[in-house]
């Protein structure tokens, strides 16, 4: 069986009373996308804070006690400040704390003998009623002495902090913080600090069944965009530029009321010319559109790359060598896919699926990365599009239950365009779930065709 965290009877509410308010909407994982996909129902403000309390808590619940017993972790300590909340603390706040509080320091803690996870707040405001508030300052003025009480009452054999040097997600304690923290705590704990590198990576990149019914939808509505971004609504041939449709991309967000976790970017590839062509270059008939687009919604981050072809007049479909280009960068993604295994290291994924690859003929350069709360998530590396090497980000293994950017490009000569080189990158969020890789809302198997209207 394959090893990841196990969820079902384990799942419990926290004591957190909700709203009663409209549902997400909520599909099923498929294999290939939708055509021209109709945008799915956007949440208000308080519909969305309903559901991220509700998958928080859950989160709280299912992932902490397991990932805690499985690093042999008796006391987590997290720290965060105001307009400064490390990765992890910013995904542990509930929705009506958008940000830390003066100090926020958060205590997870093992009583052991299958206790529950006691969750602490050592702060002046409380967390939502997901975290106990366990600080008097009327009593103990002092934040770090409070703290350090806290510890040496529980007497942990290992105490884990985010100091991480490879990995930005687990490396959120500052150095004065720590300071702090060290001074105040008694000489013989000190022995027992230790990294929580992999607990905070093992929380950030671990998906619970509730996030998984959700990110079809959101995905859904990345694609949506992307199809609207990709028509004649958007792009008229020979007038609009590419960066006119990028910040229509911007201004589209706006109306939904989402939030893009990057600029978006749009690219042209044109018979005759070398690389891609940006910025106010005009779309023409003839052109191959490329797109890298993503969202944040619900805390769960899309990260999509499609192509378009726009057809010259008279054309009902783009020329066979880009449809075949495609087709390459869709087998390099089922070589990659086949190489996912709980255990396996980033690195080793890639070392595996470009040897299949370049044995099958293709020209492949593969830069997958793990998403979910983050666009470029917590988790191994799978390639870098400047490495194509082992590298250290991608040293560590791959576990089930994650969610992944499948991004990756292929390269091929396209006789119609006089043997030119082009590049097919393609990119899309997919659940590995221990076993096997499932594209979210599907993949883009065909180019999307815009008229130009001639």
């Given at each position: 069986m394959a090893k990841g965290i196990s969820f079902?009877?384990?799942?419990?509410?926290?004591?957190?009373?909700?709203?009663?308010?409209?549902?997400?909407?909520?599909?099923?994982?498929?294999?290939?996308?939708?055509?021209?996909?109709?945008?799915?129902?956007?949440?208000?403000?308080?519909?969305?804070?309903?559901?991220?309390?509700?998958?928080?808590?859950?989160?709280?619940?299912?992932?902490?006690?397991?990932?805690?017993?499985?690093?042999?972790?008796?006391?987590?300590?997290?720290?965060?400040?105001?307009?400064?909340?490390?990765?992890?603390?910013?995904?542990?706040?509930?929705?009506?704390?958008?940000?830390?509080?003066?100090?926020?320091?958060?205590?997870?803690?093992?009583?052991?003998?299958g206790k529950p996870i006691e969750r602490l707040t050592v702060s002046r405001y409380g967390l939502g009623g997901l975290f106990v508030p366990a600080w008097d300052p009327s009593k103990q003025p002092d934040q770090w002495q409070s703290v350090a009480d806290i510890i040496a009452a529980r007497d942990p054999a290992k105490i884990a902090i985010n100091t991480s040097d490879l990995y930005q997600f687990a490396d959120g304690l500052t150095l004065s913080q720590y300071n702090k923290f060290v001074a105040?705590?008694?000489?013989?704990?000190?022995?027992?600090?230790?990294?929580?590198e992999t607990l905070a990576i093992r929380w950030l990149e671990t998906r619970i069944p509730a996030e998984m019914e959700l990110y079809p939808a959101i995905v859904r509505t990345a694609h949506a965009v992307i199809g609207e971004a990709f028509s004649r609504a958007v792009i008229t041939p020979g007038v609009t530029t590419a960066e006119q449709v990028q910040w229509w991309y911007r201004e589209r967000l706006l109306q939904l009321g989402l939030d893009p976790w990057f600029h978006p970017s749009v690219a042209i590839q044109r018979q005759g010319t070398k690389g891609m062509l940006e910025g106010a270059e005009v779309i023409q008939p003839g052109?191959?559109?490329?797109?890298?687009?993503?969202?944040?919604?619900?805390?769960?981050?899309?990260?999509?790359?499609?192509?378009?072809?726009?057809?010259?007049?008279?054309?009902?479909?783009?020329?066979?060598?880009?449809?075949?280009?495609?087709?390459?960068?869709?087998?390099?993604?089922?070589?990659?896919?086949?190489?996912?295994?709980?255990?396996?290291?980033?690195?080793?994924?890639?070392?595996l699926a470009r040897a299949e690859a370049l044995a099958a003929g293709l020209d492949p350069s593969i830069y997958t990365h793990p998403i979910g709360l983050h666009g470029h998530g917590a988790g191994p590396s799978i390639g870098f599009w400047d490495n194509q090497?082992?590298?250290?980000?991608?040293?560590?293994?791959?576990?089930?239950?994650?969610?992944?950017?499948?991004?990756?490009?292929?390269?091929?000569?396209?006789?119609?365009?006089?043997?030119?080189?082009?590049?097919?990158?393609?990119?899309?969020?997919?659940?590995?779930?221990?076993?096997?890789?499932?594209?979210?809302?599907?993949?883009?198997?065909?180019?999307?065709?815009?008229?130009s209207g001639g």
């Open positions: 079902g009877a384990t799942l419990l509410m926290a004591s957190v009373t909700l709203p009663a308010v409209a549902a997400p909407s909520l599909m099923t994982m498929r294999e290939t996308e939708v055509s021209a996909p109709a945008l799915p129902t956007i949440l208000t403000a308080r519909e969305r804070a309903a559901v991220e309390n509700r998958i928080l808590a859950q989160r709280l619940d299912a992932i902490v006690p397991t990932i805690m017993r499985e690093q042999g972790i008796d006391l987590w300590l997290l720290v965060a400040r105001e307009y400064f909340e490390e990765p992890v603390v910013a995904s542990m706040l509930d929705a009506e704390n958008m940000h830390a509080r003066r100090r926020t320091i958060l205590i997870f803690h093992d009583p052991g003998d105040a705590l008694p000489i013989p704990l000190r022995q027992r600090i230790v990294s929580g052109d191959l559109l490329w797109t890298d687009f993503g969202i944040t919604y619900l805390r769960l981050n899309t990260d999509t790359q499609h192509l378009a072809y726009v057809l010259k007049p008279g054309e009902t479909n783009a020329p066979a060598g880009l449809r075949r280009g495609l087709a390459n960068s869709n087998r390099v993604q089922d070589i990659l896919s086949r190489h996912f295994a709980v255990g396996r290291s980033g690195n080793t994924v890639l070392a090497n082992a590298d250290p980000r991608g040293s560590g293994i791959v576990n089930a239950n994650t969610a992944w950017s499948i991004e990756l490009t292929s390269y091929a000569d396209v006789a119609e365009w006089g043997g030119q080189r082009v590049d097919f990158r393609a990119e899309e969020n997919a659940f590995f779930d221990g076993t096997s890789v499932r594209y979210i809302d599907g993949r883009q198997t065909e180019i999307t065709l815009i008229p």
